[in-house]
C-alpha cells in the first residue's frame, strides 16, 4: 500500500501530464502497470519509482504516464461506430466535400493504431466511390512506444482475432514470422504522430471527423469540458465528433450536440453563450 | 436458442469450446472428424459450425466441401478454428466456403468477437 503522499504525488503528475484521473480505487492499477516500470528501470517497488520522480527524472516519469495510460486497441472496436462511420458519415462527407474533395480523420489517442487503420481499411473498401477525392488520416498519441508499434503496423496473432473480419485479414495483411502486418497502401494512409491531447491542438490543423472514443472517461469534468472545447475549435461547423459507448457530451460541453439517431455521434454546435467564441468562427 | 455444432478430434478442445459456447446461449452437439459431423449435419442441420482443420477421417476442408452440397448445406455458418495459420490456408477455407477463421490458440473473446461478427450473436 502506497502512503497517501507517495499516491498524491504520483496522481497529480499523471494528471498533470495526461489529463488521467487515478482514485484511490484504482491504485491496483498503478502497482500492475508500474512494476514492469520499475523492473526495467531495476527499482525494486513504486516508492522506488516515486522517489526517482521526485528527483526530478523526467524519462523515467515519461516512461510512467505511457504505461499508465496505454489502453486496449482493437481493431473495428466495437463494430457499430464503423458502421455509421460506413453509411452515415462518409455519405455527409461525400456531399459536403464535394467542391474541396478532401477529408481530414483525427483518430486521437490512438494507442497501437487500430482504429486509424480500420477507418482506412473502409476507405479501402469504398475506394471506388472514392476517386479523385484525398483523405488524409492522423493518429496521435502520448505513448512513444505506442506509436512506434502503430507505425510498424504489425499486429499479434490475438489482436488481429479481435474485431477483424478474415477476409479483411487476407485482404490487407501480410504474415511476417508469427505476427501480422499491415499492407504499405494502408500504413501510407496514415500518419502517426505524438501529442498530447491536453496541448493546444491547433498545431494539428482542421479536422472533418474526430475520434476521440474511450478517452475523456479517464479525465475530470473540468478536463473534459476544456478537451472538448479545444476539438471543437479545430473543427468545421459540419464537423463530427465520435466518443466512446460511455460517454457522452451532455452537461460537459455544449460545443456539441448528439447527431439524431446516431449514438455515439456528435455535431458541432455553435451556439453556446459566454465563453466567447465566435459564431462561424471556424468557418471556411 | 442457436445451435453449434462443435467439430474437433481433440476432447479438450471440445470441451472448452462447449463450454464458451454454452455461455454464449449455443446449444451444442459434437463431432470427432469431418464424417461425423457429415452424418450429423445430415440428420439435423445447425446454426453454426466450430470446425477443426486436421482429424482423423475427413478433415475440416473437405467436410466444409462436402456440406455446402447438401440440401440446406449453405445454412450453417462454419467458423474454422485451426492452428493452421498461413494465408494459403485461410483463403482455401475462404474459397470453400468458410465465413469466419480463428487460429489456434484460441479464448473466449476471440470467439465471441468472430461469431459476432458473423451475426450469430
Given at each position: 500500500m502506497l502512503k497517501p503522499e507517495d499516491f498524491d504525488f504520483l496522481a497529480k503528475l499523471l494528471k498533470e501530464r495526461s489529463g488521467l484521473v487515478i482514485t484511490p480505487d484504482k491504485a491496483y492499477l498503478l502497482e500492475s502497470?508500474?512494476?514492469?516500470?520499475a523492473r526495467t528501470h531495476n527499482l525494486k517497488s513504486l516508492e522506488e519509482i516515486i522517489a526517482r520522480m521526485r528527483g526530478r527524472d523526467e524519462m523515467l516519469a515519461r516512461t510512467v504516464t505511457e504505461a499508465m495510460t496505454t489502453n486496449e486497441s482493437f481493431f473495428f472496436?466495437?463494430?457499430?461506430?464503423?458502421?455509421?462511420?460506413r453509411d452515415v458519415v462518409l455519405p455527409l462527407m461525400l456531399k459536403n466535400r464535394a467542391a474541396r474533395k478532401s477529408v481530414r480523420i483525427w483518430s486521437a489517442a490512438c494507442s497501437s493504431g487500430q482504429e486509424a487503420y480500420s477507418l482506412a481499411m473502409i476507405l479501402k473498401e469504398q475506394s471506388a466511390k472514392l476517386a479523385g477525392w484525398h483523405f488524409e488520416i492522423v493518429g496521435t498519441d502520448i505513448s512513444q512506444e505506442m506509436l512506434e508499434k502503430a507505425k510498424?503496423?504489425?499486429?499479434?496473432?490475438?489482436?488481429?482475432?479481435?474485431?477483424?473480419?478474415?477476409?479483411?485479414l487476407v485482404k490487407y495483411f501480410k504474415k511476417k514470422d508469427e505476427s501480422w502486418q499491415?499492407?504499405?497502401?494502408?500504413?501510407?494512409?496514415?500518419?502517426?504522430?505524438e501529442f498530447n491531447l491536453l496541448h493546444d491542438l491547433k498545431g494539428l490543423g482542421q479536422f472533418d471527423v474526430v475520434f476521440c472514443r474511450n478517452v475523456l472517461i479517464y479525465f475530470d469534468q473540468p478536463t473534459k469540458s476544456r478537451v472538448l472545447e479545444s476539438i471543437s475549435k479545430i473543427m468545421p461547423d459540419d464537423g463530427v465528433l465520435y466518443l466512446g459507448g460511455a460517454e457522452t457530451v451532455l452537461g460537459i460541453s455544449d460545443r456539441f450536440k448528439p447527431m439524431p439517431e446516431q449514438r455515439g455521434i456528435y455535431c458541432v454546435t455553435r451556439g453556446g453563450s459566454g465563453t466567447g467564441f465566435p459564431l462561424g468562427g471556424a468557418g471556411r | 436458442m442457436k445451435s453449434c455444432l462443435i467439430v474437433d478430434d481433440s476432447k479438450v478442445i471440445r470441451m472448452v469450446a462447449k463450454k464458451i459456447?454454452?455461455?454464449?446461449?449455443?446449444?451444442?452437439?459434437?463431432?470427432?472428424?469431418?464424417?461425423?459431423?457429415?452424418?450429423?449435419?445430415?440428420?439435423?442441420?445447425p446454426d453454426a459450425v466450430l470446425l477443426d482443420w486436421n482429424m482423423p477421417v475427413m478433415s475440416g476442408i473437405d467436410f466444409l466441401r462436402e456440406l455446402r452440397k447438401l440440401p440446406g448445406g449453405a445454412h450453417p455458418v462454419v467458423v474454422f478454428c485451426t492452428t493452421e495459420n498461413d494465408i494459403e490456408h485461410i483463403q482455401e477455407a475462404i474459397t470453400a466456403g468458410a465465413n469466419e477463421y480463428i487460429m489456434k490458440p484460441f479464448d473466449s473473446e476471440i470467439l465471441q468477437a468472430k461469431f459476432s461478427q458473423v451475426g450469430l450473436i
Open positions: 502497470r508500474l512494476m514492469p516500470v472496436r466495437d463494430t457499430k461506430p464503423f458502421d455509421q462511420f510498424a503496423g504489425l499486429y499479434s496473432q490475438f489482436e488481429v482475432q479481435r474485431g477483424l473480419p478474415i477476409q479483411l499491415i499492407d504499405p497502401g494502408l500504413r501510407s494512409m496514415v500518419q502517426f504522430r | 459456447l454454452h455461455e454464449l446461449s449455443f446449444q451444442t452437439a459434437e463431432a470427432e472428424d469431418g464424417r461425423q459431423a457429415l452424418d450429423a449435419c445430415a440428420a439435423s442441420m
